[in-house]
């Protein structure tokens, strides 16, 4: 009984580290969003698109395992909003570094609901997510 009570006490601090984590997936699809040109979630609902189904669900779990990182790692609640934000900004720039440089086409490609081009978004935004939170240990 004693044991159970003891994992009890923490259900408080699960319970605001998960809540805040689906409120931050919540928000970063929000910013995800404005930062790309073209429109997810019309792509996705409206057209069926693969493509930008492949790439967002990349985005949001590469976002979530960074996430992960941030709330295993960090030392407080304050330290693991601040990490958040660095994890979203990460996976932004992930999106502006391939849509600039090496994917010139990408939102395009997309749109175009071409499924080589969401995946390569996909594999970049896990990849960084995972560098993210490899990253947060500290």
């Known amino acids: 009984m ?6 009890l006490v923490g259900l408080g601090n699960f319970a605001l580290y998960f809540f805040s984590a689906i409120a931050l ?10 930062v790309t040109p073209h ?6 609902k409206e057209q069926q698109s693969s493509a930008a189904a492949i790439a967002f669900g990349g985005a949001l779990i590469g976002f979530a395992i960074a996430l992960s990182g941030a709330a295993t790692n960090a030392v407080s609640f304050g330290d693991f ?13 992930a999106f502006l570094l391939l849509r600039f440089t090496f994917m010139p086409k990408i939102a395009e490609r997309i ?3 071409e499924v080589s081009a969401g995946i390569m978004l996909a594999a970049v935004s896990l990849a960084v997510g995972l560098l993210n939170a490899a990253c947060m240990t500290y």
């Open 111 to 113: 749109e175009n609901n």
């Open 81 to 93: 909003i601040i990490w958040a934000v660095v994890a979203l900004l990460a996976q932004c720039l």
């Open 25 to 34: 997936l919540f928000i970063f699809k929000i910013i995800y969003a404005l």
């Open 39 to 44: 429109d997810e979630w019309h792509l996705i």
């Open 2 to 7: 004693d044991t159970l009570l003891a994992s």
